[in-house]
């Protein structure tokens, strides 16, 4: 495949992600492509890109999505997930829990950056707690 023609298909890939209106929702979407084995499954790009390097564009996109999760501040945190919580509210499969939210932090985070997200998250579960924002159910948290 040609650089050009790869490039093609990843401007394809990375407006595909664009269409998710929050970022907590890419994470999500992204998260939801690996598997229990911890490699990516997307059909689509892998027949386009061929398995390695859709698996490399996939894990690039999860850890990029994360850190500029990570960058916000902490009010933007939580407009991003109770915008996401708006859509999502009728599509969740699973109760919000610690667990749930772990499933979404990418192989390649390092520990400082794993507990600045949960620490985040979890300050936000305690306002909405105290009745500032959605209902969450803190099951497993």
Known sequence: MTPQ???????SWNRRLLEIPTLFGRLVFVSSLRDSAGLYQEIALSTMLGPNEAQRV???????????WLALGLAAKKSDL???LAAAAQDLRAPLSAQW????????????????????LEAL????RDGSG???SRQGA
């Open 5 to 11: 023609r790869a490039s093609t298909k990843n401007h």
């Open 101 to 120: 939210f772990q499933q979404l932090i990418p192989l390649s985070a390092r520990a400082p950056e794993q507990q600045l997200y949960l620490a985040d």
């Open 125 to 128: 579960l305690e306002r909405w």
């Open 82 to 84: 109770e915008t996401y």
């Open 134 to 136: 959605p209902a969450v």
């Open 58 to 68: 996939l894990s690039q996109a999860h850890r990029e999505i994360f850190s500029e």
